[in-house]
């Protein structure tokens, strides 16, 4: 069965560096997601994706956040500068469309700013 | 304003047990989508329904049975007969129509549901 693969599981970053969290979407589907969930907490949305442009973004999703799709399978979401506030397990999601179909999620990366 | 309320926090039963998690909605479109998503302790979202407004039936699939009141914005899940490997957080989220253009889900709290051996 077709999923959505993520990669790292788990990344332990400094405060202040880079992070580039990686994602492959389910083949076909050409709209994607990232979520955030704080430990213990709810899901998060961050950012709608469609064809090379970001459709939605939360108020979450500031200036330090920037999502890509650098070819014809990966999605990335990079954080500039991290904080210790980005701790949190980060979703990637795919669909076939915004509207009626449902959204499929990966494993999810775990990241731990210290 | 769109919201999704899942009151219990956790919930804890012994196996073989029925149980019923609720969730409530909000939201001022006559159009939107529900969905239930279960989150084993691997951590992985896995979806398991989804629901549009328009469409009152109760679904079953197995042990899980839904049930979709519009006249009480509620879409409540129902495992029967529980089993360990149920347990797991499950969110209830809602899309709704004004959403349909960029996807974006609104989860709820989520419930922890404990089944003990």
């Known amino acids: 069965e077709p999923e959505v693969t993520q990669t790292p599981s788990h990344q332990v970053t400094q405060m202040g560096q880079e992070v580039i969290l990686r994602c492959v979407p389910i083949?076909?589907?050409?709209?994607f997601y990232w979520y955030r969930q704080i430990l213990g907490q709810k899901v998060e949305f961050l950012v709608s994706?469609?064809?090379?442009?970001?459709?939605?973004k939360s108020e979450i999703f500031d200036d330090q956040f920037s999502v890509e799709r650098p070819d014809g399978s990966n999605f990335t979401l990079k954080i500039r500068s991290t904080k210790l506030e980005d701790s949190a397990m980060y979703f990637c999601?795919?669909?076939?469309?915004?509207?009626?179909?449902?959204?499929?999620f990966g494993q999810g990366t775990r990241l731990t700013v210290v | 304003a769109q919201k999704v309320t899942q009151a219990q926090t956790e919930i804890s039963v012994v196996e073989k047990e029925d149980v019923t998690l609720d969730c409530v909605y909000e939201?001022?479109?006559?159009?939107?989508?529900l969905f239930w998503y279960k989150q084993p302790p691997s951590g992985e979202l896995v979806f398991l329904i989804r629901r549009n407004s328009f469409d009152e039936q109760n679904e079953i699939s197995g042990r899980y049975s839904w049930n979709f009141q519009k006249s009480t914005s509620s879409f409540n899940f129902t495992i029967t007969a529980s089993q360990v490997v149920d347990s797991a957080v499950y969110f209830c989220a809602l899309k709704h129509y004004r959403s349909s253009n960029t996807g974006k889900l609104i989860f709820g709290q989520g419930t922890t549901l404990q089944v003990k051996p």
């Open positions: 083949s076909n589907h050409l709209y």
């Open positions: 939201t001022r479109d006559t159009t939107y989508y």
């Open positions: 999601a795919s669909s076939e469309n915004y509207s009626t179909r449902e959204a499929f």
């Open positions: 994706f469609y064809n090379n442009e970001i459709s939605e």
